[in-house]
């Protein structure tokens, strides 16, 4: 009987983060699809120009979706503090299917002039809402679905549907540029993969609104709940809030670098062509997506703070002569293996940041604690790394780019070195021992 009712909690673990999972995945791929085809449409919404100008009105409008998230991890994070887990996700869901409908639907700068910048503006802030808001109640309901000892493995799926989002984006992409020539690519047909992604979203509202809500939310007592998801509540964690910051800083800069930034160098840099490089750039995030999980379980083995200095001190050593190796590659197999690396050295922070979060704060403020030192983080460093990476390369000094990246993640070594091991500490655990008293 006992194994039988094991079974069917696996059962309903397993269904449950997926369903959290693939909402995940199509709230990245709508907001990769921006990033993966921007080399076609930015010419779409901007005035004509010179190419590199073009890229940085729309890498300007991608950090401008990123301003939201903060917000977006605010607003969500208190209401699935306050409301529960699965109502968050499931509005989270629903305003990013909208900013995706948006963008498909709306004309080019030739047809309704400055109105389709300010109109694309908009719709990446109601992304950049979304998002901000799953971030946080994502990682805070993949960790507390999860079954004690396998929080890293389960919670690895964040960024398996992260990357999963990014991977189906170029999937699309790729299709469509055997099917569709460059110029039918430039006028209409990167709005076929916004359209996608809208109606993705609305199969995945249906998936959530049968999610269980987690046992940690449904089991917090009244007095906890009267304070949850207040920024009081939450400035009573100093310690955590500013570690959330720390740890994320280099590590959201190197993840943007290494994903998004590196298809437009692999082209503008390099000079590889737009088809071979979103090959190199699919099968590379492959593989980082099958690392995760076994990172994450190696996390349950060894503790977080390992793979986390693993990230750090390699990342501080190798970015600056990755990059430079990379300059100077002419083959698209020596540019993949480069790409490798970085994406491996990546994993020691992707694999795990999600439950180490979750870990440093209790129930009633963990969406919040989670969510909005992230967002505040990435929008100043991760939704600017592109824009800088493109604003020193046309100014001649691209190379100030690399150390930039390194000294970000040199700033997160000595936060990862200082920290202690969350895994041991986890206020989800002693939670859990507690009400099991």
């Not at 009573?236 to 590196?262: D, E, N, Q, S, W």
């Not at 979103?278 to 999980?293: G, Y």
Request: hydrophobic letters at 50%.
């Amino acid at each position: 009987m006992s194994q039988s009712n094991d079974r069917a909690q696996t059962r309903r673990i397993t269904a449950n983060i997926f369903k959290g999972s693939v909402g995940n995945l199509i709230e990245w791929y709508d907001w990769y699809v921006y990033a993966a085809f921007a080399v076609y449409f930015s010419s779409e919404f901007f005035p004509a120009g010179d190419p590199t100008s073009q890229l940085l009105n729309t890498a300007a409008v991608f950090a401008v979706g990123f301003l939201m998230r903060p917000i977006g991890s605010l607003l969500l994070g208190r209401y699935a503090d306050r409301h529960g887990r699965r109502a968050a996700l499931t509005l989270s869901i629903t305003i990013m299917a909208g900013g995706s409908l948006i963008i498909a639907c709306t004309p080019g700068y030739e047809t309704i002039g400055i109105m389709a910048p300010i109109i694309l503006v908009v719709a990446r802030l109601l992304q950049g809402l979304s998002l901000g808001g799953e971030y946080g109640t994502s990682a805070t309901y993949l960790s507390e679905m999860a079954s004690s000892g396998r929080r890293g493995f389960y919670s690895s799926f964040q960024y398996v549907t992260l990357v999963g989002g990014q991977l189906t984006a170029l999937g699309v992409q790729i299709v469509l540029q055997q099917v569709l020539t460059d110029a039918d690519m430039k006028t209409w047909g990167w709005r076929i993969p916004f359209v996608i992604g809208a109606l993705g979203a609305l199969a995945v509202l249906w998936l959530r609104r049968s999610m269980d809500e987690s046992e940690q939310f449904s089991k917090m007592g009244s007095e906890s709940r009267s304070n949850a998801g207040t920024i009081r509540a939450l400035m009573k964690h100093p310690k955590a809030v500013l570690t959330v910051v720390g740890l994320t800083l280099g590590g959201t800069v190197a993840f943007y670098t290494y994903t998004t930034y590196m298809q437009k160098f692999m082209v503008n840099t390099v000079g590889l062509p737009k088809g071979v490089v979103s090959w190199i750039n699919f099968v590379a995030l492959l593989v980082f997506v099958v690392l995760q999980p076994l990172a994450g379980a190696l996390s349950d083995r060894i503790g977080r703070r390992p793979l986390l200095m693993f990230f750090g001190v390699f990342g501080t050593l190798l970015t600056v002569p990755l990059f430079l190796f990379m300059e100077n590659t002419q083959s698209p197999i020596g540019a993949f293996l480069l790409m490798m690396v970085g994406l491996i050295i990546v994993t020691g922070y992707t694999s795990i940041n999600a439950i180490v979060k979750a870990e440093l704060f209790p129930t009633e403020i963990r969406a919040l604690g989670v969510g909005f030192p992230y967002g505040v983080t990435v929008a100043v460093f991760g939704g600017t790394a592109e824009f800088i990476a493109l604003w020193c390369k046309s100014i001649g000094v691209e190379s100030m780019f690399y150390y930039y990246v390194a000294a970000c993640i040199a700033v997160s070594l000595i936060v990862y070195w200082r920290m202690g091991e969350s895994s041991k500490d986890s206020y989800i655990e002693a939670e859990l021992d507690q009400s099991n008293r």
